[in-house]
């Protein structure tokens, strides 16, 4: 019997718009695709996930990585907060599913400077009855250590559990420890996966 929902946050309850965000200040598509490729697309992102460095640690890291943007990593990391938009329908999802009677956690790859800075964009994570970010843990989906954090810090058994992301790798690691998962592509879809799911 599932009790549990899990959700992932990036274009799951928030839409992850870091190519609409690096466009507003007006770079060259050359430019923004360096900075994809230093950053977002980049080797270290999954560091600045996991919190190994701290914030200027890690936009130094950038820089080093490559010095012919130095002055636009600067720019785009003086304040990330346009980096997340929040999902219309991720409050109502989330008020549901409690009105229910099911428990509610969010379990997310994040660095902590996009935590603090897209608060608004967050906002629904009030409203969880647990939450994990992976730069807090200093680990990262789809390492299993994750997962098993979760299960253990709130006491949840794996199998009155269901995982949404929207990554097929997380979700297969979720199942490999028994947590029944939902590939995210779009609201509908998963709604209804979820929906069929919990009448089982």
Partial sequence: MVKNIIFD??????????????????????IQEKLAACTVLGPLWPEFDQGVLGEQ?????????????????????????????????AVPWINELKEQGYKVYIISNMPSQMARQCADALSFAELADGVILSFQEKMAKPDSTIFRRLLERYDLTAGECVFIDDRERNVTAARNLGIPGIVFESYQQAYGDLKKLLMM
Avoid at 9 to 30: K, M, N, P, Q
Avoid at 60 to 82: C, L, N, S
């Fill in 9 to 30: 946050i990036g274009d799951v309850l928030a839409d992850f718009v870091w190519r609409e965000f690096y466009g507003t200040f007006g770079f060259s598509d050359e």
């Fill in 57 to 89: 640690e890690m936009i130094a890291a950038f820089k080093q990585y490559d010095d012919t943007i130095a002055a636009e990593i600067d720019m785009v990391f003086h304040d990330i907060g346009g980096m997340l938009r929040q999902k219309d329908y």
